[in-house]
């Protein structure tokens, strides 16, 4: 299956479930050197930061993202391929920065 194609049915699923999803989303607003995550749901106080890819460290990479921008809500990554589905345990602040922090300096970034 394509990328778009498990995109696409993965955000039917999550809609269905109730949640709100958002395509394309900016981890870092105006900063488009920092990528795109490919989904991010949104139900009530929690996020999930999905990427239809079977790469955790991206998960993790775009749920930490998630958590620095909505530090009040509970925050989770996702990784899917057409088989499977796993998820991060919940994205603590502290763990998020550091992450993020490790990330930008591995690729040379500056925020």
């Known amino acids: ?12 699923r999550l809609e269905k479930l109730g949640w709100s999803t958002d395509l394309e989303w900016y981890p870092v607003a105006n900063r488009s050197q920092f990528g795109i995550g490919s989904i991010l749901a949104i139900k009530d ?19 930490s993202y998630a958590k620095i921008r909505h530090p009040d809500k509970r925050v989770r990554g996702c990784w899917i391929t057409n088989e499977k589905k796993e998820y991060t345990s919940d994205i603590l602040y ?18």
């Open 1 to 12: 299956m394509e990328e778009q194609d498990l995109i696409a049915r993965t955000v039917k």
């Open 45 to 63: 106080q929690c996020l999930l930061a999905v990427e239809p890819k079977q790469v955790k460290d991206q998960a993790l990479l775009s749920a």
């Open 94 to 111: 502290d763990d998020a920065t550091k992450t993020i922090a490790t990330h930008v300096k591995k690729m040379g970034l500056a925020i």
